[in-house]
């Protein structure tokens, strides 16, 4: 069973670029988080999908920030324009249902020079 | 609002030595406690949890954490490190229906001396 899968594995783009993460769930899992870790910090969640709906988008720090889940199968998070602030490390997570086992991603390395 | 605390940032221990890292939480109730390692290039894999019942709770790779309630603590415990434990651990914090909105702890950094 293949795992979440994120790409890019790295992305290092300018100040007011644009940049689009992708998760891929595990199959079956209606349930996909999204967190980020600033370097030397903690992982903070961003938002919480289930299906194709946004459950809980209350970590989303700005609306330079946009989540989308179409179809309730692999989910984008774009960042734009992108700031300094918005380096770090963004991890996606799925489950089955909202209690059960959470699964990570090896997370996006996000570097806004 | 919750929040947890861990207090090492890094911790080095020679293969073979027990290991104890530290985890405190602040939280209004009974709270879910979960310990997560990320090693290098990996994502997050789920140690060990603990909902209710039972205060130490045994998880994978010969881990185990003990709830105190009165210290609010959630320690993590190894009898003896294996150089393949060396990976960054993090403490987490959820509460009743919030299913997988974690709080995340800072992470200790555990570094494996043969």
């Known amino acids: 069973e293949a795992g979440v899968t994120q790409f890019p594995s790295h992305s290092v783009i300018e100040k007011g670029q644009t940049v689009t993460l992708r998760c891929d769930p595990i199959s079956g899992h209606d349930n996909l988080y999204w967190y980020r870790r600033v370097m030397g910090k903690e992982i903070k969640f961003l938002l919480h999908f289930v299906k194709e709906s946004k459950q809980d988008e209350s970590g989303m720090p700005n609306n330079r920030f946009l989540a989308e889940r179409t179809g309730g199968t692999y989910s984008t998070l774009k960042v734009q324009p992108a700031e300094l602030e918005d380096s770090g490390v963004y991890f996606c997570a799925s489950s089955r249902a909202t209690n059960e086992k959470l699964f990570f991603g090896s997370g996006t390395q996000l570097s806004v020079l | 609002a919750q929040s947890v605390t861990q207090p090492d940032i890094h911790i080095t221990v020679s293969e073979g030595a027990s290991l104890e890292l530290r985890c405190n939480y602040s939280y209004g109730a009974t709270p879910y406690l979960f310990w997560y390692v990320q090693s290098p290039g990996q994502g997050l894999q789920l140690l060990l949890k603990?909902?209710?019942?039972?205060?130490l709770v045994q998880g994978i790779k010969g881990f185990e954490a003990e709830f105190k309630r009165s210290q609010s603590s959630f320690n993590l415990r190894k009898p003896s490190v294996h150089w393949s434990d060396a990976a960054e651990y993090f403490c987490a914090v959820g509460f009743t229906g919030g299913g997988n909105k974690l709080t995340f702890g800072t992470g200790t950094q555990l570094k494996v001396e043969l």
């Open positions: 603990y909902f209710s019942g039972d205060t």
